[in-house]
Each structure stands twice: as C-alpha cells, then as structure tokens.
C-alpha cells in the first residue's frame, strides 16, 4: 500500500509534467514571436501587416500563459475505471494531443466542484493538491463512493479529508489582494458560477460568503465558454470603490482573463471623476428614477420660442423671424427622435430655410440657385439670427446641464416640483461645485439624451472613418492570402495591426460612452440607486448581468432592502434568477453570530446561516472611561494585533472602524503607539504604505465595505449608529464593521456607549 510520501512523489510527477508543457508552450510562442520580430519592416505592405498581426497575438498568448504560473494543478479526479484527470486553471495537452491538465472551467471539470456523496456519477474520488511554488507539500482525498476500495486507501495513507484545502485558504493572512478560489469553490458556489448567461443573476449572500469570488469567477466561466460571443463586446465589472477594486484586480488575470473593465460608478464615464461626496439626502434624492424625468425637463426648457425675434436685411429685404416659424422648426426637430444636439441640426436647418423662403417671397421675379445660396449664407452668418437660434434650440453639453440644475433653485423646483424644500436645499450648490458620484448617473442621463458635444461627433465621425478604411483594407488583406472567410475577421486583424488585443479592446471600451458589452458584473448592488441602474442598463441592452450583494449591508438610503422590488422594474419578474449564498467562510462562528444576532434584531433579512470554523477568543470587549481612553486603547490593541498578524513580507492586515470624528486622532495616536512594539523602522514602512494596499488601515464602514482583514477593531459602535442617516443604514454598517475579520474582532467603547447600543 504507497505511503503518503509514495503518492506526494507520484503527484510531483504529473505537476513536473504539466509544467514541463507549460514552459514548452512559452519557449514555443517566444520563439515564434522572436522570428516575426526578427523579419523586421521587409517585405510588401501586406507580409508587414500580417506579420504585426502574428506577433501581437504571439505576445498576448505569451502574457496568459506567463500569468499561469502559480498553482497551476490543484486537483485530481479518479473515476470507476481508475483513470485519473488533473484539474488546473489552464487547459494543457502533450505534442500528441494527449490531455495533461483539464481547464476549471470545462464540463469535465465540474465534478471537482459539485460531485457529492449522494450524486458522483462515475467520479470515486476527489483529491486536493497543494502547491508551493511547484513543489507539491500536501495532497487531500475526498472519497465519493463509500463502497470504493479507494477509502481504504485514503485512509492508510493519511489523505483522506473533507474541507481541508479549504480550511488552510480561510486561515491564511490576507495580502490586500483577493486571491482567486478556483482550487476550493464549493458546490454551492459553482451551480450559480456556470448559471446561464442570457439571464440577470442576483447572488444574495452574508458577509464571507464568497459573492464577490463568485462574481469573478463567473465572468471568467463566461469568456471561457462564450469567448465568441463576449470578445468583441467585453465584460465590465463593477466595485464600490477604488480600493475594493485593487483588491480584486489579481482575481481575473490568474484565470486567465485581461480583457475586462473594472470601473466605480463615479468613473464610469469616460474623461469625467467624480471627487465629491453628497449628504445621504442628497444622494438619495439624486438616486430617485423620477430624476430622468428632471433632466429631460431641464433639455425641454431649452427647446422654446424667444421673446424677442429679429427683423434682419437681406440685400435690402426686410426678413421677419415668425414665432410660427420657430414653433414648426422645434416640431420638426423633434420628429426626428434624435438627441438634443443632432437634433438641433434640423432646427436650424429648417429654420434658415423658412427665412430664406421668406425673403424669396418678396421678389417680384423667381431667384436663382445662386442667389438663395447667397441668401441662406448671409442668414447663417448674421449674428441676430445665430443668437436667436441658439436661444431657441441651446447647444449644450451634459456636465453644464447638471451644474446648471443644481445652481438655480427657483428651477429646479419648477423641474422637480415632487422636491420639498428640504429637498431643494439639500441639493442646491454654488455653480462650478466639483461633481459628486450621485451626479454621474445624472450626466450619464443628459449625454444620453443631448448626444455628443457637436466638435467630440466630429472627432468621432473622424475615427469611425479611419476605422472603416482600415478595416476594408484588412479584409483585402484576408482575401489577397486565402483568408478571407476563415475565423479571422476583419475586425481581429484590425485590432491586431493596431496592437488591440483582448486588453486593448478593454481599453476601447472604457474609453467610449457609448460601449454596450456582453455581460456586466455589478459587487455590492444593494447600494445602487435607480438612477444607478439606468446607467448600468444601458450599457448592456442584452440584460446580462451578475449581481452580488447582501440586502442586510444596505447604506445608501436610496439603495435596494428588497431584491424582487428593484429587479422586477428592471428586469421583469420571469427575466431575473436569485441565488443565495448561506454559509459564512470568512469569520469564526463567534464572530458570525455576535454580528448575524445584532443584525436579526435590528430587522434586517440575514442569509447566511453558519460559519465554518470556530476560534476561541475570536471576540474581545473592552470598556473604557472616556472616548480619549478609547482612541488609546484602540492604538495599544492595534499594536498587539499588528505584531501578531502583519508580517515584513507584506501578509497580514489588520483595520480599525471608527465615527468619522475620530478617524484622524486614531490614525495619528496608532502610528505614535506602534514604535514600541514594532520598532521605528517598521513603524516607517507601514506608515508609507498606499491606502488601498495598507496592511494597517484606519477607516469608516464605508470605506471597509467588500474588504476583508485578518483583524478588526471597532471603535465606539454606538456613535456609529448615532451617525448614521436612519436606524436601518446604522444597523447595516455596524454589521459590516462587524463582519470584516478573519480571525479576531475587538471592539472598544465607553460604558456609556454600550448603554446607548446592546451588542
């Protein structure tokens, strides 16, 4: 019977082996792409294009298999015939197309993550191996079929466990990066990661359920799948915030995907940043669909017959702008349904044509072409007309829109008159105020409905032209070699030429407002307003969505508390799939049900239902005097944690949640504190670290919102609540505070707090 060293060493072999393969397939490409590069700029114009082709796809395919490199093999299924099949995060086979290491995400992998028990087809075993580097130091059997002779032997040699693999990944320090769990998905979570993609899924999960994960992973499932269909149109990933999305932005590269736009609402479009915060009120207020209305409104109010219309003189005729001339233009402007701007086109189009027919009128012989031409330019060129025109059908553009709406109160309540004067007030701001990410969704409605600025429509006109050449010019390329109905396109060998591959078509589509991609990837939905929706909607006409969230986190007080209420509206009640999440992977149990009761109690919905691991000592108390006793309390306990759970290597994060008030005395009293546990030396290098990579962080719960950290101190819980906006955003924050730890929570406050808030 082989010993456990017996099977590590067999196990070595078949890693050896698939990355044998692997550094093959990189010499391969490499030496490829070096020949093509070495063939320099000879030859005809159309070997030179074809050759940038070939080396831009030869440099793309040698990124994905450089990025492959870690944990390439993690898994091993034995089936009723003792054949054995290797999972890893990449599809490998030999020279003779023998296969060496099955793709995660294909159909013959999915036993490793949904067999059970009660329901393994012909799969006997499942075996978890652990790598470091490329060594493998641990393998894990998961034996299927109770009546196989493999359960013996698992057994005898020592392998045989249930949730091992999963158990050390939970247990290790955090890094500040989100690492990806293709080597641990549970059953749960791979159903929901191949769900259809021509539906809008909502995964609806507790705090460390892993919706985020699974987010990532089902995009990366997706292009695996339907590379055909999303390459072209991408995938868009949507976070709350900038840190959260350099927390993930190593998940999709190590599974091989590089052709996705992560983006926040507040920078979702393009060449605009949003850099300011609006009260809750105001942002709520500025979330309400009925907000789309107040924006056509305000277009419509610039869409008007002057007062005050000219009599100009052309060639000695007295020419009279008519206000029935004007009120015939708008309709006729309007009839075309294009945006504002184009729109305007006709305006002034048919306007100066009712000009010059009246000037005509007033000959007493029939005008030449020539003469009316003459009299249709002096019309476009005299000022009184031009200003007219420009008062009856304004050319505007959408960022001096919404300053303008929030900078004239007395108008906006004729735009909004649902609005009360708290309302008015809350939104009101001096003209010029930087942009808040509540306005983004606004802006994104006022582009949308006056089109592009009339020069950018040029600009644009202009590279669409180019591209169409181009284009035309590649597939006379395809058709001069033979190609030209083969699985290159005109469109890829463009994008070739101009060094576009899957990351640069990324690029493009971030770069244009009016991109509409294949599937969307929307984290913490809960806080997104309808306003919100409307922007997101647009960009994916095909409605296919995967949306992660948990109803119980809801801060935004125009945000969803009720996932049938707001996806009913958007997608139709037979159009949208929910899944739940239900078991808590990130926090001990002490942690899980200190947070899940408070939360219960405080009347928020509360999916998960346990934790997977239990640590004592997980939760500490502390009651201090004053809140100057609690920002020194906070600071010594931070040092204890730091020197427990922060390393040089850069593992390990430890993060304090405290009222907003005490956010900088905290961040200046922890890093005066630290010295005398970790040395001035250390103290420096964690001082100096970026925000969204600091292994010691000082935050609000909003800040903290989709992260997770090895320890979490909270400070003055009660005073969070008193801050908060409504009873039930206090409830959802403290929840989250509460429920970012992986293995330690402390939570320090005066009595008198704890008296204003049972925890």
């Not at 609005?419 to 701001?429: E, P, S």
């Not at 990837?521 to 994916?540: F, G, H, K």
């Not at 691991?613 to 201090?624: E, L, S, W």
């Not at 427990?644 to 922890?670: C, E, K, N, Y």
Request: charged share 25%; with cysteine.
């Amino acid at each position: 019977m082989p010993g456990l060293s017996t099977q590590l060493h067999e196990e070595q072999q078949a890693v050896d082996r698939a990355y044998a393969r692997l550094d093959a397939l990189r010499s391969q490409t490499r030496t490829r792409l070096d020949t093509v590069r070495a063939a320099g700029s000879h030859g005809s114009p159309t070997q030179r294009t074809l050759r940038d082709s070939f080396a831009t796809m030869y440099e793309d395919r040698l990124t994905q298999l450089r990025a492959m490199e870690d944990r390439l093999v993690f898994g091993r299924l034995d089936d009723v015939k003792g054949e054995r099949r290797y999972i890893g995060r990449i599809g490998l086979s030999s020279e003779n197309h023998e296969p060496i290491l099955t793709d995660w995400r294909a159909e013959a992998a999915r036993p490793f993550y949904e067999a059970t028990p009660s329901n393994h087809g012909d799969i006997v075993m499942r075996r978890h191996i652990t790598l470091n580097f490329r060594d493998v130091i641990g393998i894990e059997d998961e034996v299927l079929d109770v009546h196989s002779e493999q359960v013996d032997k698992a057994s005898k040699a020592g392998t045989l466990t249930g949730e091992g693999a999963l158990l050390a990944s939970l247990s290790s320090r955090r890094t500040g990066k989100m690492t990806d769990i293709v080597a641990t998905i549970q059953a749960e979570q791979d159903r929901i990661i191949r769900s259809d993609l021509n539906r809008a899924l909502v995964v609806q999960g507790g705090p460390g359920t892993g919706k985020t994960a699974v987010a990532l992973h089902r995009a990366a499932y997706l292009l695996y799948t339907h590379r055909r269909k999303l390459e072209r149109s991408g995938v868009l990933v949507i976070g709350p915030s900038t840190t959260f999305l350099h927390y993930i932005d190593q998940v999709l590269p190590s599974l091989g995907e590089t052709g996705v736009v992560s983006r926040t609402i507040a920078d979702l479009i393009p060449g605009i940043k949003a850099t300011a915060t609006d009260t809750p009120l105001a942002a709520k207020l500025k979330g309400d669909r009925r907000m789309a209305q107040v924006v056509a409104n305000a277009i419509a109010l610039r869409e008007r017959v002057p007062q005050d219309l000219p009599t100009v003189h052309v060639n000695g005729f007295a020419v009279r702008m008519l206000d029935t001339d004007v009120r015939a233009a708008i309709d006729q402007a309007k009839r075309t349904r294009q945006p504002h701007n184009k729109a305007r086109e006709t305006f002034v189009r048919t306007m100066l044509m009712a000009l010059r027919d009246r000037y005509a009128e007033q000959l007493d012989y029939t005008p030449s072409d020539d003469e009316l031409n003459e009299a249709l330019t002096n019309l476009r060129l005299n000022d009184k007309v031009r200003v007219t025109l420009n008062l009856a059908w304004l050319p505007m553009n959408g960022t001096w829109l919404i300053d303008n709406l929030w900078s004239h109160p007395l108008r906006l309540r004729a735009l909004a008159p649902w609005l009360d004067d708290d309302g008015i007030a809350a939104l009101t701001r001096p003209k010029g105020a930087p942009m808040t990410q509540s306005d983004v969704p606004l802006l994104d409605e006022a582009m949308e409905l006056l089109g592009p600025d009339p020069k950018i429509a040029a600009q644009i006109a202009a590279k669409n032209a180019k591209r169409a050449q181009e284009e035309q010019f590649a597939q006379d390329t395809l058709n001069s070699v033979g190609l030209g109905s083969g699985i290159v396109s005109s469109q890829m060998l463009v994008d070739q030429m101009n060094g576009e591959g899957g990351e640069f078509i990324a690029q493009r589509a971030a770069a244009d407002r009016e991109w509409t991609y294949g599937h969307v990837v929307v984290d913490e939905a809960q806080e997104l307003t309808a306003m919100d929706w409307r922007m997101l909607i647009r960009r994916c006409p095909s409605r296919s969505f995967t949306i992660v969230g948990d109803v119980a986190q809801t801060s935004a007080l125009g945000g969803t508390r009720r996932w049938d209420r707001t996806m009913n509206r958007l997608f139709g009640e037979r159009r949208w799939d929910l899944n739940e999440l239900t078991i808590n992977y990130r926090n001990p149990q002490e942690v899980s049900d200190l947070a899940s009761d408070f939360a219960q109690k405080a009347g928020l919905y509360i999916s998960t239902v346990n934790a997977v691991r239990t640590i004592p000592d997980a939760v500490r108390r502390i009651i201090v005097d004053g809140e100057s006793d609690t920002i020194a309390t906070a600071a010594s306990h931070v040092a204890q944690l730091a020197k427990q759970f922060v390393d040089a290597d850069g593992t390990g994060r430890v993060a304090v949640i405290a009222p907003s008030h005490m956010l900088d005395p905290l961040r200046s009293t922890i890093f005066s504190t630290l010295p005398g546990t970790l040395g001035q030396q250390e103290t420096d290098r964690l001082s100096e670290q970026h925000e969204w990579d600091a292994q010691i962080s000082v935050g609000s719960t909003e800040s903290v919102k989709g992260l997770e950290f090895d320890a979490v101190v909270v400070v003055q819980p009660g005073r969070i609540e008193q801050d908060a906006p409504s009873r039930l955003v206090a409830a959802s924050d403290l929840y989250v505070a509460m429920t970012r730890p992986t293995q330690r929570l402390v939570i320090v406050r005066t009595g008198e707090d704890e008296t204003a808030l049972q925890l």
